[in-house]
């Protein structure tokens, strides 16, 4: 990877604007912004470094999440190898680190001196070994740390702003160089997946920088971005407190989309208001003692640049006209139930962008299968999923569990230290027991425990709330590693009748894939392109769920009528481009969460016909 633009080099500026929020004009040097899912983290970090490059600072706006969107913020292509120019703004640049790219560059750099010296059956051997998700990882990583260490970067820009992965992700993400570190700290002969580890000094190095870097205030700083929401505020607490663990003190706080109600007579703008005010007066006290700022909930989509630069300016006025817009036609949880129950039992993976509330669908159906007689099994395989808050008393039918990394990791180096260390002597074992210990042994260990759950549905319900979008990618391209291993051995009728996870999840019959998004621009697109992955992977998602839609919910309030008339379009985009079947659940007064608020989403049946009837519509800032 190529890290400097091709742009000039011009001596560093000092702010030549200082109507910037108060916590940007002391910005460090390298800025990570993190957070659950949907609060809005990309959002802030794009505002940021065009706030910081119009006030005068060099500033190079970095993706870490593989299902990144900068690009669609930006309306721009954004370079994987080499920054890219964001136009009509001379001081700003972004990359995004692409882990399928990133893999292929590293594949290549590990094959290329390869060539033409060993067999082309060996290259062939060689390139599939590298194409896990194992490889996937370490490669991103690797051009993360690479952009924290090189100091030619580092000098040509004021400031280093990354947009990284929904919490769970980003955690492993931040923790990765002290646990490579660490792992070539005690093991000095062996091998890992990136190679001998006696030929890896150039990365332990970098590695070791990376750990300094991350832990010195003066260079970076971690943003916690919430929304005033008490399971987005309990996330990063969580978040804060991980990071603390890892060494990770410097950290900010940032509450998105608090939200005012303007018209008091509007039921669900006084419950909005009232719910953000309760969630922020019973914060966490781990938050409580970080240094914190507000950003208020925004009328209008935050894509392009004058948008962005709305953000950290007060919401625009609205002005009146009359709307009377119909809803298009939608099912509801309830009727995708009678088709998902049919078999009488199978898997349903609900998959999505962090924040769409995929886990609070994935337990309305879990709970709404057991109502009707079913034994179901709920698992998660989300690092940051509630699903214990969310099913607080759900009957006996319904069974939880959490696929944990660090418990099925465990388990994992136990298993295959009982099935192979016994044919070892002691050398050989603790060279098993060093490769056990690599990072990349984690994402081995979640496939399997995801694998056996896949394998449990053949004789009840399984519902699987899956990580978010990137992280989930990871984890399905693991499974089809494991599929293209398996069918590498096999021949024939042997290949026919191999059952692979993959087969499972293409499989209709046994698996129900259920894509859950906003009714908003950014997560339908990332819902779209994960479809597409999907389909490149021989997945059919069986239907889409809309959630928390305001349209379907008919507010009064200006602000909220102003977000909701912008829905239509898009519901109706999704209805009839991208899905051969959609739910659409309104947003709801009060939390669905419990069995009562999950009973109520499953029900919840709205109108085909729902019309929004205010004398509001948004105004574009002036």
């Known amino acids: 990877m190529k890290v400097l633009s091709q742009t000039t080099k011009t001596p560093r500026q000092t702010l030549a604007n200082p109507g910037l929020p108060r916590w940007l004009l002391t910005a460090s040097h390298y800025l990570f912004f993190t957070g659950k899912g949907g609060v809005g983290k990309t959002s802030l970090a794009c505002a940021s470094a065009l706030a910081l490059a119009d006030a005068g600072k060099r500033v190079l706006l970095v993706s870490t999440d593989p299902a990144s969107n900068i690009q669609h913020v930006f309306e721009t292509e954004i370079g994987e190898q080499v920054p890219t120019a964001i136009a009509g703004v001379p001081r700003l640049e972004a990359l995004n680190i692409r882990p399928a790219a990133a893999a292929e560059a590293y594949r290549e750099r590990a094959i290329a001196p390869m060539r033409g010296l060993l067999p082309d059956e060996a290259i062939k051997s060689m390139t599939e070994e590298l194409s896990g998700s194992c490889t996937t990882e370490i490669a991103a990583f690797d051009q993360f740390t690479m952009l924290l260490t090189d100091p030619a970067t580092s000098l040509h820009y004021d400031h280093i702003i990354f947009d990284t992965a929904p919490t769970g992700h980003t955690l492993r993400l931040l923790s990765l160089p002290a646990a490579w570190t660490e792992f070539f700290d005690g093991n000095k002969h062996g091998a890992s997946c990136m190679g001998p580890v006696s030929a890896l000094q150039a990365q332990r190095t970098q590695y070791a920088q990376a750990v300094a870097r991350l832990h010195d205030p003066q260079h970076s700083t971690l943003v916690l971005v919430s929304r005033p929401e008490p399971l987005a505020l309990a996330e990063a607490a969580r978040t804060s407190a991980d990071l603390m663990h890892l060494g990770l003190n410097h950290q900010r706080l940032i509450i998105n989309g608090v939200f005012h109600a303007a018209d008091p007579a509007d039921p669900l703008a006084q419950s909005m208001e009232s719910r953000g005010r309760i969630a922020l007066a019973s914060m966490p006290a781990e938050l409580r003692q970080l ?10 989509n935050l894509v392009g640049l004058s948008a962005l ?7 625009a006025a609205t002005k009146a006209v009359g709307n009377d817009l119909p809803l298009c036609n939608y099912d509801s949880l309830a009727n995708l139930l009678t088709d998902i129950e049919t078999a009488g039992h199978g898997a349903v993976l609900v998959l999505g962008k962090g924040g769409v509330g995929k886990t609070t669908i994935a337990a309305a159906i879990a709970l709404a299968l057991a109502d009707r007689g079913h034994h179901v099994h709920l698992t998660t395989t989300d690092p940051a999923a509630h699903i214990n808050q969310t099913v607080q008393d759900a009957g006996g039918r319904l069974t939880l569990s959490r696929i944990d990394p660090q418990t099925e990791t465990q388990a994992y180096r136990q298993q295959v230290m009982a099935l192979r260390g016994n044919d070892l002597d002691e050398q050989g074992k ?10 990349c042994t984690e994402e081995v260990a979640v496939f399997h425990a995801f694998s056996r759950r896949l394998d449990e549905a053949s004789g009840k319900f399984v519902v699987i709330d899956t990580a978010p979008t990137g992280h989930s990618l990871l984890l399905l391209d693991a499974t089809g590693s494991y599929h293209r291993d398996v069918m590498r051995n096999m021949t024939g009728k ?4 191999v059952n692979t996870a993959l087969t499972k999840l293409q499989d209709p019959a046994h698996t129900k894939t259920i894509l859950v998004t906003l009714p908003e621009t950014t997560p339908i697109r990332e819902a779209a392109e994960l479809q597409a992955d999907l389909h490149r992977a021989g997945i059919k998602p069986f239907a889409w769920v809309v959630n928390a839609s305001l349209l379907a919910a008919r507010p009064h309030d200006p602000l909220l009528v102003a977000r909701a008339l912008a829905e239509r379009n898009k519901i109706e985009h999704v209805a009839r481009e991208l899905a051969s079947r959609v739910a659409v659940v309104p947003w709801f007064a009060s939390e669905p969460s419990g069995s009562q608020g999950l009973r109520q989403m499953i029900t919840s049946t709205g109108s085909p016909t729902a019309q929004i009837k205010s004398s509001a519509a948004p105004v574009k800032p002036e």
Not at 309 to 315: L, W
Not at 494 to 497: D, E, R, Y
């Open 291 to 300: 240094p914190s700022d507000q950003v208020p909930l925004r009328a209008i």
């Open 309 to 315: 630069r709305s953000m950290f300016q007060p919401n």
């Open 430 to 439: 603790a060279l098993l027991e060093e490769d056990l210990r690599s990072p």
């Open 494 to 497: 042997a290949q026919m009748q």
